[in-house]
């Protein structure tokens, strides 16, 4: 697993609404991979994405944030359609809301939002490429939570590898599946050795969901 390193993600792109959302997803111990499946989805475009694409990957997944949403359960698997849609509904419900407290325009909301209800699923090219640079980022930044599981005995080795399976399985890019191959071999090695691994895993949760930490450059964290 590699470490999580201060002001990784620090970005003079950010626009005034991620800025914003940034601020409203503080402490969210997802935000490193939000932010992480935007800057694969910058790469992934190779300059050609949309403003809504580049703002759908970077809160794709708030609902978990806030209290009351779906639960999956190990039995069900990674590909549980009511979980998903659920997950993915939620979502956008509530990521739609907070945009259009902030004055955004209808369309970009529309936009915002059709991409957040595919984003487990694809379908379309930019629809492809968030589903794709989410599964990347699981890869990338969220290994430590797969150990995690089998270290709490919420899945074995074998049923944590599923969900790096059903990651790589997904990936529709040609690109993306190029990127992924080495991601998942590294995940797939931290999972082999989840039982010998002394992560303080309170510690890593504490920066993954802190955007000062995320996003801090020399002069200080960035603000909202
Ligand atoms: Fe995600």
Excluded at 2 to 20: I, K, M, Q, V
Excluded at 50 to 55: I, T
Excluded at 64 to 89: E, K
Aim: glycine fraction near 8%; charge should be negative.
């Amino acid at each position: 697993m590699n470490p999580c390193l201060p002001g990784r993600y620090a970005d003079s792109s950010f626009t005034a609404l991620e800025r914003g959302v940034l601020a409203w997803l503080d402490g969210f111990y997802q935000l490193e991979h939000l932010l992480n499946t935007r800057a694969w989805v910058i790469e992934l475009c190779q300059g050609q994405g949309s403003e809504a694409l580049r703002f759908a990957a970077l809160s794709h997944d708030a609902e978990r944030f806030f209290p009351g949403g779906p639960t999956g359960t190990p039995a069900n698997g990674f590909d549980d359609p009511d979980y998903l849609f659920a997950h993915s509904t939620r979502s956008a419900d509530i990521v739609e809301e907070w945009m259009a407290g902030q004055g955004t325009d209808e369309t970009f909301r529309r936009q915002v939002r059709r991409l957040i209800l595919r984003h487990e699923i694809g379908g379309g090219w930019e629809a492809d490429i968030l589903q794709a640079a989410d599964a990347l980022s699981f890869l990338e930044v969220l290994d430590w939570l797969a150990v995690e599981w089998v270290q709490r005995g919420i899945y074995t080795i074998e049923g944590a590898k599923e969900k790096l399976c059903w990651s790589m399985e997904r990936i529709r890019p040609p690109l993306a599946l190029h990127r992924a191959l080495p991601l998942f071999e590294a995940a797939t090695r931290a999972l082999d050795a989840a039982f010998e691994t002394r992560t303080d895993f309170a510690a890593r949760r504490e920066q993954v969901s802190s955007r000062a930490f995320l996003t801090q450059t020399a002069q200080g964290p960035q603000q909202g």
